[in-house]
């Protein structure tokens, strides 16, 4: 989880606590799915767009809880396709996990309520701040109609 | 006769999508802690600055960058990397000037190093940090080695996890031969000032692998 300075530093001083206790680490990037509605050029998660069980990642949340972990980063593919997303965000919450989201930021609209309420940190994936390239960067185009 | 023309965009386009969302968040007034990560490319390297620009419109908004990374999970390795990298000295002169949050200064030199294809060799604290679980809940060793150490929903799956750290041991120090053409910086360049710390917990780690309790 990257987080801001104070959070780094946090994560810094639990990674040496850790270490002097043998532990495993604390901090877990769960990929929710491989399925993507973008088709990055440097990426090739989006080939396989497989979507994880509810039921198995609800038990993989609650082993991460039993062994410790405090911070779990929900991704993908594109975690925002994923059809139980929010009630996995609700309940890595309820396990008193941190949460944090990364995300290409195509859907959050659909899920602004739960985000804001149970989501940390929240990443989003932009790689320019002209739309145009960034568009071409995902592979996914704008496309226009024109008639004259 | 004056002929009109007609532009109507049908799909609004990825950009336009994530920005209206990251406004629509930062309108709530309880939102959550917001980062835009860009990972430098080719076909961006040159237009930068557009990032911080942008960050400066959505209100100061903490940009992580990131080189692209062609080994391990999830990589296209076809990719190839290979473009001037002045762009990143502008984008960081332009982010002071609008004092905007940024990856370290640290970091981006060796963003740099690994950007002009030399080896990076310094101790990863990857392994010992993160767990890189799979939809199946299949745990992959880091980031770029890649390999599946187990599935965490194994009964044994922590005697597996300290087994793999100890067959792997040379991540802790950055010698391990896989680990020097990685660009994987979250988890592999510590942010400014931080270093020291990971090289000493490293540095327990290896005592805890060397000792009866990994035997």
Redesign the interface.
Known sequence: M????NN??K???M??L???E?A??K????????AC??KC?????WKNP????TV??Y??ID??SN?N?EYITLWGGEPLLHPKIDDLIVYAKNKGLKVQM?T??????EH?DV???H?????????????S??????N????????? | MQVYTMILEINPGIFSLAVNGIKELLAKEKHPNIEIDCTILNENISSLESIVKLSKDLGGVFVDFDPVQILGVGNNSKYKFQSDISGVFKMQELAKKYNIEITSPEKMKLIEKYLKNQNIVMPCYSYCKDMLISPKGDVHTCWTIGEVIGNVLDNDFVNLWYKALAKNKDVLTGNKKECFGCGFSHSRMPDVGYSHIVEKANQIRLAHIESKSFK
Do not use: T, W
Request: net charge negative; proline share 2%; with cysteine.
């Open positions: 990257q987080m801001n300075e780094k530093l994560k810094m001083q990674y040496l850790n270490a002097e043998n495993l680490p901090d877990a990037y769960l990929q929710v799915d491989f509605n973008a050029i440097m990426c090739d998660i497989f979507i994880g069980d198995l990642l038990s993989i082993k991460l062994l972990f990364i290409n930021g195509s859907l959050l609209d602004i985000i804001c309420e989501v940390n940190n929240l990443v989003v994936s932009i790689d320019s701040g002209n739309a390239i960034h568009d071409d960067i995902r996914k185009p704008r496309h226009f109609f024109i008639s004259c």
